[in-house]
């Protein structure tokens, strides 16, 4: 009768998220974050519209693409299990997997900025939402320049 509560015991010593990404096959590990960063650009884009006047200015249509992408924005780094640079067409970098403390860092960073864009979005101030999408936006555009080859 001790056996299968020392199992249960010992996977959630190992935590749910190493299970899951244990198991997980290369391409569906790339598709799933491909799929999350194409709702990331879904989002961000028309808010980039309206930030640089292409746009009408919406602040509740603002609001809620800010909310969906600090939604988003902590779901991603599953995407990247160790062995998942190759098993399907990505544009995810090999360097990825040889500085995770670095990639994981600028994941957080866009974490964190994106939660402070929902922070502001909230408040309704208009250049203090302008100003956090731009802080964001650096977010994308520096892991991207080293983790992303785009061709
Ligand atoms: C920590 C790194 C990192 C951050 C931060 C990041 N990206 Fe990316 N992004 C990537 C990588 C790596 C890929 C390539 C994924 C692949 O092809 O497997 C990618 C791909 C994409 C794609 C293409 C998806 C597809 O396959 O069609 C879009 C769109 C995108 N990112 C938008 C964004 C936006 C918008 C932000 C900021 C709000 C952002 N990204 C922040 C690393 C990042």
């Known amino acids: 009768m001790r056996r ?3 199992i249960l015991a010992t996977a959630a010593a190992l935590g749910t998220a190493a299970i899951a990404t244990a198991a997980v096959k290369p391409e569906t590990a790339i598709a799933y974050r491909q799929a999350g960063y194409t709702m990331l650009g879904w989002n961000f884009g028309p808010m980039a519209q309206m930030v640089r006047g292409k746009t009408p200015w919406d602040a509740a249509e603002f609001a809620r693409r800010a909310e969906r992408v600090a939604l988003i924005a902590p779901q991603l780094l599953e ?3 160790e062995g998942s640079d190759t098993g399907a067409t990505t544009e995810a970098k090999p ?3 040889k500085n995770m403390d670095d990639f994981k860092l600028k994941m957080d960073d866009l974490v964190k900025q994106s939660k402070l ?3 502001a979005a909230k408040s309704g101030d208009e ?3 302008k100003e956090q999408f731009k802080q964001t936006a650096g977010t994308c555009k ?3 320049d080293k983790y992303r080859s785009e061709d």
Do not use: E, N, T, V
Request: aromatic share 12%; with cysteine; hydrophobic share 50%.
């Open 4 to 6: 299968p509560s020392l």
């Open 79 to 81: 995407g990247f299990p």
């Open 95 to 97: 360097d990825i997997w």
């Open 117 to 119: 864009l929902a922070d």
């Open 127 to 129: 250049a203090r939402m």
């Open 142 to 144: 520096a892991c991207h």
